[in-house]
């Protein structure tokens, strides 16, 4: 495993598992199998409504919970409500949260971000961060907090590698953590000549060429999957390492294409949604 150091000092895997998507029977038999493979982060959110499940099967593993770097993300209904960080831990079913972040920048996120410095303080929360904010967003928080964030989650692929938001994150001693790291499935992405040329040559898949990019990048990975032999795969990055040209190359895919696009009207309805929680299995 590969490790980035947070601003803080602390380490984060490389490459982890998600959760996106994934309903709580498919979460939980998805991050047992990851464990057993090998992989030590995972991600997930109070929005995924799967953070019991998740806390299921990290008990399930028999894997001592210091040796897991567990990842979620605060939903915005729930940046005022004081006790949104104990609820989280609860359906986690554990003590502390490696990292905690403000899922989007929507309602009131300032409110949001206090609250994670107040856990932050108190021990509940390792390093807290950001996911899906732009960088006018983030320079509004680095000018108002006293707890620097530490990452960004946000979407970066081949397509897509946010070279300058990269560069500012860098000055500001913050790590990039990428989802959609497969460009959302698109194969025209995923079919790169590239792509397929290098995989030839490592005796690896086109995803793992991709996802061995990302890691060289300097990007964290959450890919996600229920099928445990895409899961093991996905894992398998660390016996090779792309040349210096051979990076330059995926460098030159960059289309700044993205898949997701925040509007107003999507954030709004961020703010107004309340995820059932209460409802998890």
Sequence with gaps: MEYAVLNNGVKMPMMGIGTFLLQPDEAEASVLSALECG??????????VNEKAVG???????????????????????????????????????DY???????QPAGNYIAGYKLME?????GKVKA???????????REILNMCEVKPAVLQTEVHPYSQEKELKRFLAEEGMVIQAWYPLGHGDKALIQEPLFTELAEKYRKSNAQIILRWHIQAGNIVIPGSKNLHHIQDNFDLFDFSLTEEEMSGIADMDQQKRYYVSTPELLRGYAEMVPPVDEQK
Excluded: C
């Design 39 to 48: 992989y030590r982060l995972i991600d997930t959110a109070n929005a995924y």
């Design 128 to 138: 807290i961060g950001l996911s899906n904010f732009t960088v006018e967003q983030i």
């Design 97 to 103: 949260i490696d990292l905690l972040l403000i899922h």
């Design 56 to 94: 299921r099967a990290m008990k399930k593993s028999g894997i001592r919970r210091e040796e897991i770097f567990l990842e979620t993300k605060l939903w915005p209904s729930f940046y005022e409500q004081t006790d949104a960080v104990e609820k989280t831990l609860e359906r986690l079913d554990t």
């Design 118 to 122: 107040k856990a932050y303080k108190s």
